[in-house]
């Protein structure tokens, strides 16, 4: 049962270009949600979240979007470097009782053409 | 300086032995995680575990079980280890307050022969 999904495993874009990357959740319960970025043979690293109770949020090159009446959300990257090529994962966030523990989508692989 | 280190960082090894992956953070952080990534690559939680609870998925064998002597190191050890059990293991941890973000380590290779 996948509460999280990532439909795309993988995206081809221009460097310079805009990279979108979305996710859709099933669980209503999670209140939120987090983009990693993953290169080959290391650990997920953290880029960004965002709270249930917002639709926005930005750092830098990176936005996230959450439509909660969707159960979608996407990552924004503008614009896109080559040094983005990786696999991102979509997360989510189901609080329990003194645990947050990650539910991941099976990630998209994103390459950046120079 | 590395937050979150796992060692080994391959494994392997073979069925029906027993072993141990480490685990150590140095960010003072409250929570610990064990994730496993499978060949379809998935990445899955198998346990969390802070100084006052620990949660299991209830999808884990019993034969996997975490073992943290301090706050800043969260053990696995499996025993019997079986064909299935190959995969990567990810060590992660958090302040463990919601919406925090988890750290992780850069996995730990595990091929069972």
């Known amino acids: 049962d996948q509460q999280v999904k990532q439909n795309s495993p993988s995206l081809s874009v221009q460097e310079g270009r805009i990279s979108i990357l979305n996710c859709d959740y099933t669980?209503?319960?999670?209140?939120?949600f987090l983009w990693y970025k993953k290169y080959p043979a290391e650990g997920p690293t953290f880029l960004i979240s965002i709270s249930s109770i917002k639709d926005k949020n930005e750092d830098g090159r990176f936005t996230v979007f959450l439509n909660k009446s969707a159960k979608h959300l996407s990552l924004h990257i503008v614009p896109s470097q080559p040094g983005d090529s990786a696999v991102y994962f979509c997360a989510a966030i189901k609080p329990g009782a003194g645990s947050y523990q990650l539910t991941f989508g099976k990630g998209t692989k994103l390459s950046v053409i120079p | 300086d590395t937050a979150v280190s796992q060692t080994p960082k391959y494994l392997v090894t073979q069925m029906g032995n027993d072993k141990s992956i480490k685990c150590e953070q140095n960010l003072g952080h409250d929570t610990m995680y064990w994730y496993k990534q499978d060949s379809k690559k998935f990445l899955k939680i198998m346990f969390s575990y802070n100084n006052k609870e620990l949660i299991i998925n209830e999808t884990v064998p019993n034969r996997f079980s975490p073992k943290s002597p301090d706050k800043a190191h969260l053990n696995l050890h499996i025993n019997s280890l079986e064909l299935g059990d190959s995969a990567v293991y990810f060590c992660?941890?958090?302040?463990?307050?919601?919406?925090?973000?988890?750290?992780f380590g850069d996995g730990t290779r595990l091929s069972i022969l």
């Open positions: 992660a941890s958090s302040q463990d307050y919601e919406g925090q973000p988890q750290h």
């Open positions: 669980n209503s319960m999670f209140d939120y």
